[in-house]
């Protein structure tokens, strides 16, 4: 039987508690399956880990984590720790060490969630938003000098390489094409932004070539927001840089009806490092504790990090058991409801294992 390595890393606010949750259904996935094991090591690094140590992870974190199969990540921010020192210490040295380069974001209007577009409901909103997640504006690239003094001069210098946008073009067409409506949408600015921009689209047409069987387009990203939001309908596969998605994406949650339920995977396409699978969410530190987390987001994603390990099936059973559970009405607070974590943990766990599919 195959046995997948699985590193677990909590993290900050709400992250350990839907990691805790999501390791529980993983197990109810697992026995129910009964053709693949989970091994899960955790580890405690954050900002709690930064408080007591100086780093947010030792500085062999990265060695420590490469033999795993995958990463589930919970969440990290803490109120009296800077956020680049947390997001720079952890989240980003991983995805950018470990060449994590497609970040797939997927969304869909689970059920019993009450979406703000008129006329739109679950099945609607089918989007994939795949974000480049290894250069562009979130390169790291700049500096600041005469700090303090009128003169002070700060530059954030995106960077746009050929090797970067093409194989996140590559993936995007390739995911595109894996998908119903063959159909993508390539997101620029390149009438601005007239270098990094200019070449992200020439690129974009080349890929295209390779998959005569994808139908694509091109939006501004000022243009796309309204599309997304008046004509939802007209979007499947988006393809958009580190920062465009990541706006786009919390755009596509909010329309989802809830940014709590939407899943992120890192994705090392070539698998010479492992995946990094977590919830979009951050680590909500007003409702750490209160045992009301929703751990719809951490499922979601576990279900990402099946897939990506080959068991699709499992996969499946898993959000389909998510949906049913979503559908009952068994939600957190923030969605409306009135369960607890371990309330809908406990009905996903129950969905799973007396799923027949
Ligand atoms: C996301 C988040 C992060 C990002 C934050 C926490 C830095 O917003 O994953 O979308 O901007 O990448
Ligand atoms: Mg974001």
Same mark, same amino acid.
């Given at each position: 039987?195959?046995?997948?390595?699985?590193?677990?890393?909590?993290?900050?606010?709400?992250?350990?508690?839907?990691?805790?949750?999501?390791?529980?259904?993983?197990?109810?996935?697992?026995?129910?399956?009964?053709?693949?094991?989970?091994?899960?090591?955790?580890?405690?690094?954050?900002?709690?880990?930064?408080?007591?140590?100086?780093?947010?992870?030792?500085?062999?974190?990265?060695?420590?984590?490469?033999?795993?199969?995958?990463?589930?990540?919970?969440?990290?921010?803490?109120?009296?720790?800077?956020?680049?020192?947390?997001?720079?210490?952890?989240?980003?040295?991983?995805?950018?060490?470990?060449?994590?380069?497609?970040?797939?974001?997927?969304?869909? %209007?689970?059920?019993?969630?009450?979406?703000? =577009? +008129? @006329?739109?409901?679950?099945?609607?909103?089918?989007?994939? $938003?795949?974000? /480049?997640?290894?250069?562009?504006?979130?390169?790291?690239?700049?500096?600041?000098?005469?700090?303090?003094?009128?003169?002070?001069?700060?530059?954030?210098?995106?960077?746009?390489?050929?090797?970067?946008?093409?194989?996140?073009?590559?993936?995007?067409?390739?995911?595109?094409?894996?998908?119903?409506?063959?159909?993508?949408?390539?997101?620029?600015?390149?009438?601005?932004?007239?270098?990094?921009?200019?070449?992200?689209?020439?690129?974009?047409?080349?890929?295209?070539?390779?998959?005569?069987?994808?139908?694509?387009?091109?939006?501004?990203?000022?243009?796309?927001?309204?599309?997304?939001?008046?004509?939802?309908?007209?979007?499947?596969?988006?393809?958009?840089?580190?920062?465009?998605?990541? %706006?786009?994406?919390?755009?596509?949650?909010? =329309? +989802? @009806?809830?940014?709590?339920?939407?899943?992120?995977?890192? $994705?090392?396409? /070539?698998?010479?490092?492992?995946?990094?699978?977590?919830?979009?969410?951050?680590?909500?530190?007003?409702?750490?504790?209160?045992?009301?987390?929703?751990?719809?987001?951490?499922?979601?994603?576990?279900?990402?990090?099946?897939?990506?390990?080959?068991?699709?099936?499992?996969?499946?059973?898993?959000?389909?058991?998510?949906?049913?559970?979503?559908?009952?009405?068994?939600?957190?607070?923030?969605?409306?409801?009135?369960?607890?974590?371990?309330?809908?943990?406990?009905?996903?766990?129950?969905?799973?294992?007396?799923?027949?599919?």
């Amino acid at each position: 039987m195959k046995t997948y390595k699985i590193a677990a890393i909590g993290a900050d606010g709400i992250g350990p508690e839907v990691i805790t949750a999501g390791l529980h259904v993983l197990d109810a996935v697992q026995k129910r399956d009964g053709g693949f094991a989970i091994d899960v090591t955790a580890f405690d690094w954050g900002s709690d880990y930064y408080k007591t140590h100086g780093m947010m992870m030792p500085e062999d974190g990265p060695d420590q984590l490469k033999p795993f199969d995958a990463i589930y990540f919970g969440a990290v921010g803490a109120p009296d720790v800077p956020d680049h020192i947390t997001l720079w210490g952890l989240r980003l040295p991983i995805c950018q060490g470990f060449d994590q380069y497609a970040n797939v974001r997927p969304t869909k %209007i689970m059920p019993g969630i009450k979406a703000p =577009l +008129a @006329g739109v409901g679950p099945g609607d909103l089918d989007w994939v $938003i795949v974000r /480049e997640n290894s250069e562009g504006e979130y390169s790291g690239n700049g500096g600041r000098v005469h700090k303090g003094l009128p003169e002070e001069v700060a530059t954030e210098v995106s960077i746009f390489t050929r090797v970067g946008v093409e194989r996140i073009m590559r993936f995007a067409f390739a995911l595109a094409q894996s998908r119903p409506r063959k159909f993508l949408t390539v997101v620029t600015k390149s009438n601005a932004q007239r270098h990094g921009m200019v070449m992200w689209d020439e690129i974009a047409a080349e890929v295209a070539a390779d998959f005569p069987d994808v139908t694509w387009d091109k939006m501004l990203v000022d243009a796309m927001t309204v599309r997304m939001t008046l004509n939802p309908k007209s979007l499947d596969t988006i393809v958009a840089t580190n920062l465009h998605a990541d %706006i786009l994406s919390d755009l596509a949650g909010a =329309l +989802a @009806g809830s940014l709590g339920v939407a899943p992120t995977a890192n $994705i090392n396409p /070539e698998g010479s490092f492992p995946s990094m699978f977590e919830p979009i969410h951050g680590s909500a530190f007003d409702i750490t504790g209160k045992g009301i987390a929703n751990p719809v987001a951490a499922f979601w994603t576990a279900a990402q990090m099946l897939e990506h390990l080959g068991e699709s099936d499992a996969a499946s059973r898993l959000l389909t058991a998510v949906e049913e559970v979503c559908a009952l009405g068994i939600m957190t607070p923030d969605v409306g409801g009135t369960a607890t974590t371990q309330d809908v943990t406990d009905a996903v766990i129950d969905a799973v294992r007396g799923s027949n599919l």
